[in-house]
């Protein structure tokens, strides 16, 4: 029973993610609904990153917010590689979180 | 041939962030699972079949809860609507004679952290205005893998390894969209606008709205950015 349904879930979020690349068709470049598809990614994003980066850890806000600012200033100030921006981050999320802890 | 394998070898390449965020994500799902005491392949199998992130979080709870059947679905559907958005603009990037196995194999590994690296990364806008198959199946199949064994190695860990610790590795995966929208944000007025709109309406939403949020918050970023009119940067961006 529990496979089924575990199963079901499988179904219903493929086909959410299989069927718009079966039926959308390439639409031309600066079509108005194609602007309105343009902004997705960036609206989807930026959704995603807040309020998620402060609920990442539920105990120590803090530490998402650190990660999150690290990254922007490393992305900002210098033309640090996305993997150096990554590990910097995450490095000072885990330092914030030790002296939480201790 | 070497053409494709080259194009596979640059998917692998810009997996790596992504699999870095997933290890621990997973790792941490695997142990949410048993502390939330599901069966080991019921916490595999969610990894495997559903493979999406925060919803398999919500149906780790709802299964262990016991709940419904039927409310389960209806939940999936509800929170997992996003995918289809999310499709739907990523297909615009997928060449229109791709193969319908190609397609679902790359539908099925179309998380939000591969939809983000195929859509923003610098390089992949300047070098190819349609991905090319091998590099997709390059960019979606490492994260896969990636999960299923860091799934399992959190089932066995269970018991084994304070939790407290991997909520702050987790944040590698917020580190990496932030890393990738801000380029897009440098003097773009309008990118700006659709950012900040759909991350204000996300965050005033997400006490009401819970895991729709995303869903309602991007459509309003995306409309709020329809207003803005910004030149430059249209000619850049498609």
């Known amino acids: 029973m529990t496979l089924l349904l ?40 930026s959704a995603l990153i807040i309020p998620g980066i402060f609920q990442v850890d539920a105990e120590t806000p803090f530490v998402g917010v650190v990660a999150g600012i690290v990254a922007v200033l490393l992305v900002l100030v210098k033309k640090v590689p996305l993997f150096g921006v990554i590990v910097v981050s995450v490095f000072g999320a885990i330092c914030v979180k030790l002296i939480y802890l201790f | 041939m070497t053409d494709k394998i080259r194009q596979v070898k640059r998917g692998f390449i810009d997996s790596v962030p992504i699999v870095i965020g997933y290890i621990p994500a997973s790792i941490t799902f695997g142990l949410v699972g048993k502390a939330l005491s599901l069966g080991n392949w019921e916490v595999f199998l969610l990894s495997a079949l559903v493979y999406a992130g925060a919803s398999q979080f919500i149906g780790a709870k709802l299964l262990a809860a016991g709940t419904a059947a039927p409310i389960i679905l209806l939940l999936t559907l509800i929170i997992n609507l996003r995918y289809f958005v999310i499709s739907m603009s990523f297909s615009q990037r997928l060449n229109r004679d791709t193969g319908s196995i190609f397609k679902g194999l790359i539908g099925f590994g179309l998380t939000e952290e591969v ?44 018991g084994y390894i304070p939790i407290s610790i991997l909520p702050a590795l987790n944040t590698s995966l917020y580190v990496l969209l932030i ?60």
């Open chain 2, 115 to 158: 939809y983000a690296v195929s859509m923003m990364s610098e390089k992949n806008r300047r070098q190819v205005r349609n991905h090319s198959i091998p590099y997709l199946l390059g960019l979606a199949f490492p994260p896969y893998a990636v999960t299923l064994i860091a799934t399992y190695a959190g089932i066995l860990l269970a």
């Open chain 2, 179 to 238: 890393a990738l929208i801000i380029p897009q944000l440098l003097g773009s007025k309008r990118n700006i606008a659709i950012s900040i709109s759909a991350a204000i309406s996300s965050w005033l939403l997400d006490p009401y709205l819970g895991t729709s949020t995303v869903l309602v918050a991007m459509v309003i970023g995306a409309f709020v950015g329809n207003c803005i009119q910004d030149e430059k940067i249209r000619s850049e961006v498609v």
């Open chain 1, 6 to 45: 575990i199963m079901g879930m499988g179904i219903i979020t493929f086909l959410f993610r299989f069927t718009p690349l079966l039926i959308t068709k390439k639409s031309e470049p600066r079509e108005k609904g194609s602007r309105l598809l343009d902004n997705l990614p960036l609206a989807v994003l």
